[in-house]
C-alpha cells in the first residue's frame, strides 16, 4: 500500500458522508422520491410496469432496483412488475450491432413500454446517449420518465418528470447516493401497494 493510503480511505470516507449528509437534508431529493414512488405505485395499480436502464454501474443498479421490486426489499409480498433493461444480452447486441449502441435502450422502450408504464433512466453525468434515446422514446411513447442523474443533471433535466440528483460529482459518490435512493423509493412502493403487510418502521 503507498503511504498516503490511509488518507485515502479517510477522503473517501469523508466525502461520502458529506454527500449522505447533503442529500439527507435535501427536501428536493426527497420531494422527488416521493413522487418517483407515487408514479410508479400508480403504474403498477394500473396493471404497468416499471423498466430500468443505465450503462456500466447504472446497469448494476437498474438489475438491483429491478430484483428488490420482481422479489422483496423490506417484507414477503406478491412480485412487483420490474425489468431491466440491461439484461438481454442478445437483444442489446443485436441492436448495437444492427442500428448502434446508443440505440439498445430505445428499442427496447419502444418494444416493451406501454403508456401505463414507467421508465426510470440511470446516468452519473446525466448526458449518456443510450439513457437519452430511451427517455425520448418513454415520452414519446406516454410513459412518465424518472431520472437518476448527477449534480447538474445533464440533458437528462429536460426529458424527465421528475429526476433525482445526487449531490455530488463524483462518479462512486453519486452511484452511493442512487443506490440509497433507489432502495428508499423501492420501500415505499412496497408500503403503498401492500399497506396491510407493511410492518412499522
Not at 433493461?85 to 444492427?98: E, G, I, K, P, Y
Amino acid at each position: 500500500m503507498p503511504n498516503d493510503a490511509p488518507n485515502y480511505v479517510a477522503h473517501y470516507l469523508a466525502t461520502s458522508q458529506a454527500a449522505m449528509d447533503a442529500f439527507a437534508t435535501d427536501p428536493v431529493a426527497t420531494a422527488a422520491m416521493l413522487a418517483m414512488a407515487d408514479a410508479i405505485a400508480a403504474s403498477m395499480r394500473a396493471g404497468g410496469k416499471l423498466l430500468i436502464a443505465g450503462n456500466g454501474g447504472s446497469a448494476a443498479d437498474s438489475q438491483h432496483i429491478a430484483g428488490e421490486f420482481i422479489s422483496r426489499l423490506m417484507f414477503d409480498h406478491a412480485p412487483l412488475p420490474s425489468i431491466a433493461l440491461t439484461t438481454d444480452s442478445s437483444a442489446m447486441t443485436a441492436t448495437a450491432n444492427d442500428y448502434g449502441y446508443d440505440h439498445v435502450f430505445e428499442r427496447q422502450v419502444i418494444g416493451l413500454g406501454r403508456p401505463d408504464d414507467v421508465f426510470l433512466g440511470i446516468s452519473t453525468s446525466g448526458n449518456s446517449p443510450s439513457v437519452l434515446r430511451a427517455l425520448e422514446a418513454a415520452r414519446a411513447r406516454g410513459l412518465v420518465t424518472l431520472g437518476f442523474a448527477g449534480q447538474g443533471g445533464g440533458k437528462m433535466l429536460a426529458l424527465c418528470d421528475h429526476i433525482l440528483r445526487a449531490p455530488s460529482t463524483w462518479t462512486p459518490i453519486i452511484q452511493q447516493v442512487h443506490i440509497t435512493a433507489a432502495h428508499i423509493v423501492c420501500a415505499l412502493v412496497e408500503r403503498a401497494m401492500f399497506p396491510d403487510a407493511a410492518p412499522p418502521f
